[in-house]
């Protein structure tokens, strides 16, 4: 049994013991959930997947929907629309605030019902069915199969749903909704009572995680911009009233819904979910809460947790590089008189803002007076920032202007998120790209870059 | 010119031109400042710093202070406690609100100026001297010089701050709030007094970002923990009741002050401050807002962007290492025939939680079934979580639990991390691992860990 | 022309100059009323009725239909269990606000929205028909004339009630409505829709200042007891969240409507109504506001203005009365002896607390200590409550415990009202009740009462 | 025993038995009240005194001194700018809460604490010491007894009054206390600990209830206009968050302290105190509200019940009316002649707006169309509003316009009331009157009014 799956089950066996909560009964269906069901499952970015417990048992996805639609409706309307529509600011309200914004009756965030109710409605459709079948794809292609509906739980919150509708009508009145409220509020049933696993939904956070690309099924099921917008809005909403002490305590996005469910995303690593049907005061599940605050803990996952540096990003700032190319000894004689020329500056990690900053401190500190070839030695770069690319292409182009001649050795994936920079020679191997220098000397040239004036030889 | 500070003085340049927002008023004092005053400034976390503008120029911090009381009151009370005391959670209103929870008087956070108060009357002393002192002294070593006050506008805030005082003894009436209730306030002018410059609050917001330890001073002020608690709170409830759309749009904890500092901090990455006095209707510094979300857009900063990843994690999974180590032809010969017992993998990078999962499921796929020497190569592993070391430790220590003997190279500071792992062998270059091991074949040894049960020969 | 109709045209021309204010605009139809349309009407608890302007135009009812329709739900279930359904507290906050009571969802009292929905579902029925046509029937009963629906306004009403819609719903969920949400609010709607002039509405509040019954048709609509309560409740939240000021500058309870009605009572003294679209920022109409606080000021209406007394409640406490019966000398020497025994006590005008207090005061001042006859002259009493009657009754009873006759002469009303005193002697002329004391003391009787043990002769 | 203190000594016994409730313990020196303590007192409007229990016991005034500080401040102000400085909205909020309108920071109303320390801090005063010492005075005045402080309480309160002490901060910082905040709330803390009796305060009510007038001193303490609003306002806001059911069900003006007291007034017949510390849970005095529901019910109190009339109010309507002087025969026969010119209207009892409208109806239905002499005779007619004289009067002068001469018969205050009718003949004896009227005819003279052009004979 793998680590991960081994300390999975660890996990849940510990927190089994936990009997606190309630099952929800407001909707009666709910009521019939067994208390004892517990599962956890986790997917990691690399499309990974593990899980204890019954992670394979069906329940209703309920308010776990929220931030999914949300995704979508934001892809169909953009971002400056959909703020215009539904705010992202928690309310310090209970999930069934009746509270809208005062003038513009804007619901305060998705989370809620009200701002959940108002989002469903913002899925551009010709009609309710047409929308109930566009969130029923959406929630499949995040989840990485075809999920369906629980009729029964529908019909159980259909009958007992007058509180929404009531958010929904009072949206009406307040122009915050054009659709028909009852016939809205009868999508937002459907969109609740869709069937998943904890398993679906550690795939489905998982998808957020990754940027939207859903790291399973390798489907870009929404933008990177719309996956960072949707995490932000669990962030500080996704826990009801109780978001900012979720957000202090387990440091990750995160939404939890009635029947039992609850997911947490941890950007760029994995999402989990946890099904446990007892839930605390706040409407979150017991069993769901302890387990990521013990994963959290352990795993170090709080987002405002800074990484650990181990070593420094930069490897090498020596003059002189030299290649692995057999060469004459008179070439090799005219090399070693101008090898200084060749400043090889290597790095190695993630190039995110401090690392690009020290990078280029490095390469400011190296290049001489006098213009000469720049080997940069990314190939143990292992990722990068966009920001980051352009802030070093930046700095580098800087560089160039001054007469020096850039020469890259990094992997593809580098060079492709860097792509455009013509004043770049760029190499996928270090050797091939000092060899090149050492070449360009040898034929007596001078380090110009392409674009610079020519210089007088 | 760095590209760091030339990137700053172009997004100086670019937002001196926006002139929305007005000066503060409500302090006498405070309205006196200059509305064209604008200076923004960087600290990473190698304590490297750069400005644009006026970055020296001298302002009270008003409510940036609150952050750094509340860490100063954390470090004392603990995080329990702490949460007793002054909660966290958006209060969806307004700075300067005066609700309270409904049976204990908690104030909502620390952020609102209720939960200040009630904060800075948790900062443990003898008497009001003795907490201002400390409080100063607690400024000063976030911003690595030492501060001092502005008198003038002590006691412009002394003279107009009755809401203030009102929310003081509100406190005192629900129990809340225990010091005497005028005092109290005093000291809460005070702190808001100290006099900072937008250098300074950068290496403030630089020192949470980092850990709590100064990046430039090298002086760990705070507890990782508390930094980490510290810039949760900041980022649900630092931009009032903006909170949300500030996360959803920049993604970056922060804190804004009347008197237009606004800071923000990137975990792990650097912190940030801006001064510039016109405010905007939430009362956040308007250039200040501009010069924050430029940057989070440009630089990619956002707490939910997950980081592309360039390469693998695993750079290596060979069966049949060799060493550089001479040997005779004999023992040459003796290791070729055995050299598949010895298994490299190798990894690269910042292991967290994907990566560490992906290292132990190529160490899964590598190791053979009967016992053999495993060379783990993190030479190249520029960072860790210290989850993710646990993580791997558990993985590894599974693999010796089957006989396998676990040898791995890596860089001091991992070693120093993931210490205390007996059955580890651990070298600093990979070399040195894989010879150790054609050692221990050529001296006819079984591959058993030191706490296994000896095999018979 | 009658002083009060010249009061009233002379104060609607005054009036009609004000031209400030607003016709409702949120209900299509109603935005299409006339601004220039003003007319006001008294009804007095003789029936007479007064007019000026255009008190015959028809509108309809809207809120003005509240009082009334709480009434009559009232008297279908009892003081007890209607305050259990529908508070009756001012909620100091608009008539549309959404706040229901936290635990119970009861509506905070009948004259906002959501109190008035639930009141209107209160209203015993089969079905919505019965139910509409019983409300129509109530509303009639106190106009004195058969009522219609304005059928425009209510599809207006009905396609535009999505907040109403809302509020129904909000207390289904909350338990505080048990009927079809829907359903209820199209029965409120329809409510609403009933069409009325001033002149009608001027009956329908003299109906509640007459304790009930219709000073015109003499119908009993409601008892007295929901009479009160009725314009209790009307006092402290029918002018919505400005019932206070209301009390305090006009000290009548009151009700407006959204399409220019407003009606007040003054209890015991008549009924007023004046319709006139434009409203204030409140909702009430302007001119309404303006002719009742002018009505108020100038005939001193306000319920807390004290009466001024003019003259003594007590008119006579002589001893020795003489009847004008014609007597013989023998027995007019017998009476001239013992004359002293019979005493008379005089009272006139209104009996409250006040004069009954009074009354017997001067009583027990004049019953000497042996027994005689009492002749109490109640002739020019001219009111009397309930409650003084009691009182008088007890503190005669004393007097006839110790041993003295009570013989009354009053009108025929106030015997009605202080029945079942069978220790009284009764009489509607005061010579009377003085010639039949007369005729015992020349019988040589005692001055017992029937009920007293028999005296020796 | 007379029957009033018969009445209130059973009521007393009756309601001992009702152990609910708590004694207040927010200030500790109240905690030590007994809760056995129970007094009743009433005064009545001819200031007599009435009491059963302990209603000589001294305790703090509190809470019920905030409608006679409003009385005096109101004086001080005059009602336009009292409104604008505090309002008179039911807040549907507890005693002790802190919101304040949200532009101008008005509290609510002057009773509750906010709108309480506000009124205090408007009674006009050079120092806080002169503040208290009118304050005194003004109790003192009510009262009819110079009162003092329990020092004990005051300190008490001081020590424990943070909350007050908050809402002043607050109002200071709204701009709604221009005073210095600590020392307003000091004298609005001596203001509450002035010691009174159950009988003392029932005295204070009757004041206010007599429209100003001390009935036991006869010493006007404020204007009647004052004594009018000051009453409303405790009608909507005196009972805090229960005044709606307050007025429902009691239907009297009122205002409880902590301390255990509770007055009503019934305008225009008496004021009630009762004394009884456990407090219900709105903080009112559970034998207080039980005793005041109690008497309204059985003295049918309720300020909407509308009097019972008994009788007409006209009591006579006839043509050739007769006086008792002595005539010559041939006068006799020319007054027999003639006697139709002199018509006779009789009234009795009060007359407010009804009784004034029908008195003016029959005096248009006797009138003839030929110029005569009008002998109204209000002989009988008790009381008179302000505004129903100056009706009458209005109607009156329309008759005399049509060529009748006015002459009427009234006691001394009415005709006093009606002063400055130059065309009215008026008498104090209906003989009186009608022996005018004879003399003119006799004399041959025309009926006409002193102002109206001579017509000719």
């Known amino acids: 049994m793998d680590p991960v799956t081994k300390a999975l089950n660890e996990l849940h066996r510990r927190i089994s013991g936990l009997t606190d909560g309630e099952v929800a009964s407001y909707i009666p269906k709910l009521a019939q959930a067994d208390p004892d069901d517990f599962g956890i499952a986790i997917t990691s970015m690399g499309g990974r997947r593990y899980q204890a ?39 310090g309200e209970a999930f069934n605030a009746i509270s809208l914004e005062p003038v513009t009756g804007r619901p305060a965030n998705p989370m809620v019902n009200a ?4 989002t469903t409605a913002l899925v551009a459709a010709a009609d309710p069915e047409a929308r109930s079948a566009r969130i029923l794809d959406c929630l499949s292609a995040f989840a990485g199969r075809r999920l369906g509906y629980d009729e029964e739980v ?17 949206m009406r009145s307040a122009g915050s909704l054009t659709d028909d409220a009852y016939a ?6 459907r969109q609740c009572s869709v069937l998943v696993t904890a398993a679906d939904l550690a795939v489905m956070a998982a998808t957020l995680a990754n940027g939207g690309r859903n790291p399973v099924t390798g489907e870009r099921v929404v933008e990177r911009s719309v996956a960072v917008r949707t995490l932000a ?24 819904g009635v029947a039992g469910g609850l997911i947490a995303a941890s950007p760029g690593r994995f999402g989990v979910a946890v099904y446990s049907p007892p839930l605390d005061r706040e409407g979150n599940s017991v069993r769901g809460v302890a387990a990521l605050t013990a994963m959290s803990e352990r795993l170090t996952l709080h987002l405002m947790h800074a990484p650990v540096h181990l070593t420094a990003t930069v490897t090498d700032t020596g003059h002189g590089a030299r290649s692995s190319r057999t060469r004459s000894p008179e070439q090799t004689a005219l090399l070693n008189r101008s090898r200084q020329r060749i400043i090889a500056v290597g790095a190695q990690g993630e190039l995110e803002f401090t690392e690009t900053e020290q990078l280029l401190g490095a390469v400011e500190g190296a290049v001489p007076a006098t213009p000469g070839w720049l080997v940069l030695d990314l190939m143990a770069v292992t990722g990068i920032r966009p920001g980051s690319a352009a802030m070093l292409a930046a700095g580098l182009a800087d560089i160039a202007q001054r007469g020096h001649r850039i020469v ?5 994936p580098f060079l492709a998120a860097a792509d455009g920079h013509p004043d770049w020679q760029a190499f996928t191997s270090r050797d091939d790209a000092v060899a090149w220098c050492e070449d360009r000397l040898l034929a007596g040239e001078a380090p110009l870059a392409p674009s610079a004036p020519s210089a007088p030889s």
């Open 408 to 412: 890259v050795a990094a992997q593809e």
């Open 233 to 256: 809005v669990m962030a500080t909403c996704g826990m009801y009233d109780g978001a900012g002490e979720w957000l202090l305590n387990v440091g990750l996005p995160a939404k939890s």
């Open 53 to 91: 417990g019954k992670a394979d048992t069906e329940f209703t996805i309920q308010s776990v929907s929220k931030p999914f639609v949300y995704a979508l409706a934001l892809t169909d309307l953009g971002p400056d629309e959909m703020l215009r529509r539904v705010g992202a600011e928690p309310s």
């Open 115 to 118: 701002g959940a109710i108002a």
């Open 154 to 170: 529908y019909a159980s919150e259909a009958a007992s749903g007058d509180r929404n509708r009531a958010l929904a009508y009072l």
């Open 184 to 189: 809205v509020t009868a999508t937002y049933f």
